[in-house]
């Protein structure tokens, strides 16, 4: 079997070859090598200040129109739930106040009946919610009573008057302050106000 043979392409002693470097050519390149790179440094740096620039522009457009977006959407959920709300807060909560009224004054009077031995209780109620008041106390409790009916307190409002003091009972106020608070929070320069 024959031996294999590679081609030789070099011509000589690459050593041999070299020319004598010129100090002042050698210096002159290393100069101008110097000043490019320089160059492309400042051109880099100044291509990625340019970008910096353009995506904290873009980001902030993105954010102020997603800003805007969200303020849109907010208000016009708000707009869309208001009408429900103003519906529970005005016929809903008057009709499930009428029905808490003889259960929450029986809540208020039970702790006052340790205290009240036998002195005498009146209640102050307004003649539509004498009914439903006066059932549930004549069944829970065995305490000297006097309703006395006023027409001019509100069919959410109970006094309960103990000797000299008075306890008062005002659902009417409360579902008022309530209705007062969802007409303030829909009101558009509030909404306008807060979240401006």
């Keep these: 079997m024959a ?15 070299a020319a004598p470097v010129d100090a002042a050519a050698e210096e002159a390149r290393l100069a101008a090598y110097e000043q ?6 400042e051109d880099a740096m100044a291509t990625q200040a340019a970008d910096q620039a353009r995506l904290k522009a873009d980001l902030g457009r993105n954010l102020q129109a997603l800003g805007f977006t ?13 009408p429900l709300l103003v519906e529970v807060v005005t016929h809903l909560l008057p009709a499930l106040a009428r029905e808490a009224l003889a259960p929450l004054v029986l809540e208020v009077l039970m702790p006052l009946a340790e205290e009240m031995a036998e002195r005498p209780l009146t209640l102050v109620l307004n003649p539509a919610a004498r009914p439903a008041v006066e059932a549930l106390l004549g069944e829970a409790t065995g305490l000297p ?25 005002d659902l009417d106020s409360a579902i008022a302050d309530i209705a007062a608070a969802l007409r303030g929070f829909f009101d558009p320069t509030e909404l306008e106000r807060r979240h401006g």
């Design 70 to 82: 969200f303020h849109e959407a907010r208000v016009h959920v708000l707009r869309a739930v208001e």
């Design 145 to 169: 009573l006097t309703l006395v009916e006023e027409p001019t307190l509100g069919e959410g409002q109970v006094h309960l008057r103990i000797d000299d003091s008075e306890t008062r009972i």
């Design 3 to 17: 031996a294999l043979q590679l081609e030789v392409f070099e011509t000589g002693d690459p050593r041999a070859e």
């Design 36 to 41: 490019g790179y320089g160059a492309g440094w």
